[in-house]
């Protein structure tokens, strides 16, 4: 396949059918095993990736209490940042991306609600891709048991928000991530979000290009309403982000304010 021999990880709340258990970091779903894999995953086994385990994350996805450091759950206690062993590497992916930080595998597949793939992305000094809703499947079944017996056959990503949800890829390059979301998106009749989407045929691959893509491009800066809310020494690493993507032959045009940003 495409993806032949490639190391993955799963976030635990990834139901994979394997000797593994999928319980969203917490002990109650200890002992769980579901009975097939969720699509994400079957989709990067027939691409020839190995799946060699499931990262620790934020118990329930950061739903577990509005008071909690990110990167901890019952069942995996404290992850930790590769790069500082003393803070928490964001969440609620917190695993999938301190795996790929740490040059365990290529890529990890973490889940987004409001953030959870993007923000340990940022952490971690990671490309973190959260897909468009209804691009990447999250049907199947968690559980065969009372508990979750109303998602069996129906759910293999744990349910956060119906509308929000979606998988998606954490990898140390732009290229490693775009290789993951072509190994994982397209039409899953388990969940109906998925069959309305217009992804491009043959993949998001064929659009890597060099920088030389960005001549002509128009980047809008909404300062007031996001940039200007930054530490001055971020708007400083910022603010040398434009002057390459200019350099580039791109042009920003500033105050592209959001409507109603007050």
Same mark, same amino acid.
């Given at each position: 396949?495409?993806?032949? *021999?490639?190391?993955?990880? &799963?976030?635990? +709340?990834?139901? %994979? ?5 999928? @319980?969203? =970091? /917490? ?67 917190? *695993?999938?991306?301190?795996? &790929?930080?740490? +040059?365990?595998? %290529? ?5 987004? @609600?409001? =953030? /959870? ?146």
């Amino acid at each position: 396949g495409p993806l032949h *021999g490639i190391p993955f990880l &799963v976030k635990d +709340n990834i139901g %994979t059918k394997d000797k593994m258990e999928t @319980t969203a =970091g /917490s002990w109650m779903l200890l002992g769980s095993v579901i009975p097939r894999d969720a699509h994400v995953v079957h989709l990067l086994r027939e691409a020839g990736t190995l799946l060699i385990g499931h990262a620790t994350l934020s118990e329930w996805a950061d739903m577990r209490s509005n008071y909690y450091s990110e990167g901890y759950s019952a069942r995996g206690e404290q992850c930790r940042s590769p790069y500082n062993l003393t803070t928490n590497p964001g969440g609620s992916s917190s *695993g999938s991306a301190a795996a &790929v930080a740490g +040059n365990l595998v %290529t890529f990890a597949l973490g889940t987004e @609600t409001d =953030g /959870s793939v993007i923000n340990p992305a940022e952490r971690n000094a990671l490309v973190g891709i959260k897909p468009t809703e209804g691009l990447t499947s999250r049907a199947g079944s968690v559980k065969k048991g009372p508990l979750f017996e109303r998602f069996a056959d129906k759910y293999r990503v744990i349910p956060e928000s119906h509308n929000q949800d979606t998988v998606g890829c954490l990898a140390r390059s732009v290229r490693d991530a775009t290789y993951c979301l072509d190994g994982i998106y397209g039409p899953d009749p388990l969940d109906n979000d998925t069959l309305v989407q217009q992804a491009p045929v043959g993949g998001f691959a064929q659009f890597l290009s060099t920088q030389d893509a960005l001549k002509g491009a128009v980047f809008g800066l909404p300062w007031l309403s996001f940039w200007q809310l930054a530490p001055s020494n971020q708007q400083q690493q910022l603010l040398s982000l434009l002057s390459l993507i200019e350099a580039a032959g791109a042009t920003i045009i500033n105050g592209t304010e959001l409507p109603y940003w007050q």
